[in-house]
């Protein structure tokens, strides 16, 4: 026989006090407090409908303040008597008795969850968008002044082509600002009251949600009461952006990392984001690259491990019991890296000379006088390159540089291909080969010629200003709807 319906009257297992309660209770201090200011929403608006006695409402009002003002860490949290919800309760209860049995009329505590959660997400989003404007400003602004600052662009890190360290690194800029673009959308997701959505179908002493949204500063509602209650979707948005952002910057902490090596000597970290070794007096860690990789793997296993949660049937539990804390801390992880890594860009000592000297030193041109061989001896792009390649091979067999090529031995490579000479010998291919004017060639939008890579720079700070300049109207706003909110609560609770 099943057991009858209600509450049970045995005390929790110390199993799931353990397994269970704590874990809730250790996302507590996240929540804190986002549920005062939905339970102090929640009493405003019962007592609009009259349904709150005046006196039951000043004394709620009362208790929500000092809550508010009460640390986290002091307020009394402990799994020994449930989730955060019930220890809030049982604090209630002893302050004002059953006067705080108010806060539960037309609303079940996930109600209080989510809008908690949204709140503290809200200005979380805003945050890490104003760093992601920071992480790009630092990028575009390095890149502006690098625009002439030449380097072998790399594939699988050999030299590719002529190329500058301004155009690399605005390669990191965009995707960061289009990770910007995606957590404003995020943003305009989170930033949606589930206020009045009841369990799954509402609630008859809430007919009109728009009440505690207002209070709450929540420009629009979620429409479908069950979907305000047990939504994910825009959860696994931010997590997603989160990592795609995190991820992009540790590309660029991979490379850094490679470049700050003696083996390489591109670059150097700037001391205060390094870490000496205690055993090798000559080591000098890229430290904060370390943190950023690391991070980047994290953040890729919470995304996972809350897709992997989100696939349990609706409306359950464990579907948001995780988010609370999960996604608070991965967004907030990722604000921290990306304050790193702007950091570490805007610090970055840049040795150009060794840049220059490795470019020269390699083969970086070749398909700049494979294209010339197409054109100059009018033969197909493949037959020309297979020639340059050839011609490539045999120059740095005898110590040669890509510079040293000449028509002598492009025609010797031919000759060994395919049977017969081009007609390049005696030719000046000073301007095919050198570098700095192969550069300078790429004029097409998105290239690499100096004008254009400070043009884009350009553009990209702008982007940033405005992405930064949203996130602080945003954050303005969330804070001016909090003092409204604590306002009104004062004044009512005078009476």
């Known amino acids: 026989m099943r057991a009858p ?48 006695p005046e006196d039951a409402v000043r004394r709620l009002l009362t208790l929500l303040l000092e809550a508010h003002a009460t640390p986290a860490d002091q307020f009394g949290y402990d799994p020994v008597h449930g989730d955060p ?9 002893e302050r004002i008795g059953d006067d705080a049995g108010w806060l539960h009329a037309g609303r079940p505590r996930r109600e209080a969850g989510r809008v908690a959660l949204r709140l503290l997400l809200r200005t979380l989003v805003a945050d890490l968008v104003a760093e992601t404007a920071g992480f790009a400003t630092a990028v575009a602004g390095r890149a502006g002044e690098h625009a002439e600052t030449l380097m072998p662009d790399q594939t699988y890190l050999q030299q590719a082509q002529p190329s500058t360290f ?20 995020g943003l305009d997701w989170v930033n949606r009251s589930p206020g009045g959505a009841g369990c799954v179908n509402g609630s008859r002493l809430l007919h009109d949600r728009t009440r505690v949204a207002d209070l709450l500063g929540f420009p629009d509602l979620i429409e479908h009461t069950r979907d305000a ?52 007096p000559q080591k000098r860690n890229p430290y904060a690259l370390a943190i950023t990789r690391g991070a980047t793997g994290v953040l890729i296993g919470r995304l996972s491990g809350f897709l992997a949660v989100v696939k349990s049937p609706s409306a359950r539990s464990d579907n948001l019991i995780f988010a609370y804390g999960e996604v608070p801390r991965a967004l907030e992880l990722a604000r921290k890296v990306t304050s790193l890594m702007a950091g570490v860009v805007a610090t970055l000592e840049v040795h150009a000379e060794r840049m220059r000297e490795v470019l020269l030193a390699g083969f970086s041109q070749a398909t700049d006088l494979a294209e010339y061989v197409m054109q100059t001896c009018e033969v197909d792009y493949r037959t020309a390159y297979l020639v340059v390649g050839r011609a490539a091979g045999d120059a740095g067999r005898h110590g040669l540089r890509g510079v040293d090529l000449t028509g002598e031995l492009l025609d010797q490579a031919a000759t060994a ?23 300078r060639t790429r004029l ?12 884009m720079a350009a553009g990209c700070l702008r982007a940033a200003e405005r992405l930064r300049e949203e996130a602080e109207r ?18 009512v609770a005078r009476g």
């Not at 353990?18 to 019962?46: S, Y």
């Not at 097409?444 to 043009?455: K, L, T, W, Y």
Request: aromatic share 6%.
């Open 5 to 52: 319906p209600g509450p049970s009257a045995s005390a929790p297992a110390p199993e799931l006090i353990e397994a269970g309660f704590a874990l809730e209770v250790a996302d507590a201090p996240l929540l804190h407090a986002g549920l005062n200011l939905a339970d102090i929403a929640h009493v405003l608006d019962l007592r609009s409908r009259s349904v709150l």
């Open 444 to 455: 097409a939008p998105g290239g690499a010629a100096p004008a254009i890579v400070r043009e």
């Open 85 to 93: 919800y019930n220890c809030r309760e049982r604090r209630f209860v």
């Open 166 to 185: 301004g155009h690399y690194l605005l390669a990191f800029a965009y995707p960061a600002l289009r990770d910007g673009e995606r957590l404003l959308r």
């Open 417 to 439: 291909l395919l049977g017969h000479p081009l007609g390049l010998a005696g030719r000046d291919l000073g301007e095919v080969l050198d570098p700095e004017a192969i550069v």
């Open 474 to 491: 945003q954050r303005l706003a969330f804070r001016q709807a909090e003092d409204d909110l604590l306002t009104q609560a004062r004044e």
């Open 229 to 280: 209650m047990w939504q994910t979707d825009g959860l696994i948005d931010l997590l997603a952006s989160a990592v795609s952002l995190v991820g992009n910057e540790s590309k660029l902490a991979e490379d850094l990392e490679i470049w700050d090596s003696q083996e390489f000597g591109f670059v150097d970290l700037a001391g205060p984001y390094t870490r000496a070794s205690v055993l090798m």
